[in-house]
């Protein structure tokens, strides 16, 4: 029927000639080349070249173990004769043996302190061994006492320099005393860290990891020492006068 009508349209309308067909589109008005161009929108505007990402820092080494940053060989900076001798050891956790050869020069009052703290020694021939509980039980106590009289000690000795520190005091005298409290931090953690090995722990069934055990607790306590020892070089280093030859100097340097 649709069909039937748009027949009857088309001969109403001059027969079966097609329609006309639609004009041309006008072709577009000339630009002027020197009109303004075209404001920009949000909608036409340029996207912004992206923004440059700075390249990221290299992450940080990480530090290196305890044992290898302990200041624990050689001459003692500003103790006449004293040195640190290091002896090969596998009874001693890090395997090394760290020995004070003291000099013969009666110490001066300065340095009392310091010569008390080098005199500490970690107590040898402990044993832990629970198959027997009485003296196991009274080792227990030995190093308990022990490490308590040591913290009293270190405590003493720091405090002594840490008087003076006082702001505005002679800058001679802060620097010696830095140094000196970095020293006996670093003495109290090779102390730790370089335990003599309890015989109980280097025997016996699964010796190894009872030694590991062992050795990194001690490791552990002497970590803070070091960064302690270290912040007080980097404070030391701040203050030395580069040309000067007194001790300090020399071993304030990172």
């Known amino acids: 029927m649709s069909r039937i009508?748009?027949?009857?349209?088309?001969?109403?309308?001059?027969?079966?000639?097609?329609?006309?067909?639609?004009?041309?589109?006008?072709?577009?008005?000339?630009?002027?080349?020197?009109?303004?161009p075209a404001p920009q929108t949000i909608d036409n505007a340029p996207e912004p070249p992206p923004a440059e990402v700075p390249p990221e820092a290299p992450p940080a080494p990480p530090p290196l173990p305890?044992?290898?940053?302990?200041?624990?060989?050689?001459?003692?900076?500003?103790?006449?004769?004293?040195?640190?001798k290091r002896t090969a050891d596998p009874t001693f956790c890090t395997g090394f043996k760290i020995t004070t050869v003291r000099g013969k020069k009666k110490i001066a009052a300065e340095n009392k302190p310091l010569a008390d703290v080098f005199a500490i020694a970690f107590p040898t021939n402990l044993n832990f061994d629970p198959a027997n509980k009485k003296r196991a039980d009274a080792q227990l106590a030995k190093f308990q006492t022990w490490f308590q009289k040591t913290l009293e000690v270190s405590k003493t000795s720091r405090a002594a320099y840490e008087a003076t520190l006082a702001p505005g005091g002679d800058?001679?005298?802060?620097?010696?005393?830095?140094?000196?409290?970095?020293?006996?931090?670093?003495?109290?953690a090779?102390?730790?860290?370089?335990?003599?090995?309890?015989?109980?722990?280097?025997?016996?069934?699964?010796?190894?990891?009872?030694?590991?055990?062992?050795?990194?607790?001690?490791?552990?306590?002497?970590?803070?020492?070091?960064?302690?020892?270290?912040?007080?070089?980097?404070?030391?280093?701040?203050?030395?006068?580069?040309?000067?030859?007194d001790w300090p100097a020399a071993f304030c340097k990172p």
């Open 5 to 36: 009508l748009v027949l009857a349209f088309l001969t109403a309308c001059g027969g079966s000639s097609p329609p006309p067909t639609a004009p041309p589109p006008a072709p577009p008005a000339p630009r002027d080349q020197f009109a303004d």
């Open 66 to 84: 305890v044992a290898d940053r302990l200041r624990d060989e050689g001459p003692v900076a500003g103790m006449d004769g004293w040195t640190l």
């Open 171 to 188: 800058v001679a005298e802060a620097v010696r005393a830095t140094a000196r409290i970095a020293q006996i931090n670093y003495r109290f």
């Open 190 to 245: 090779s102390v730790l860290a370089r335990a003599p090995i309890p015989k109980d722990v280097r025997t016996g069934e699964f010796k190894e990891d009872k030694i590991a055990a062992f050795c990194d607790r001690f490791a552990e306590s002497a970590e803070p020492l070091v960064e302690s020892a270290e912040q007080a070089i980097a404070v030391c280093a701040k203050k030395i006068d580069p040309s000067s030859t």
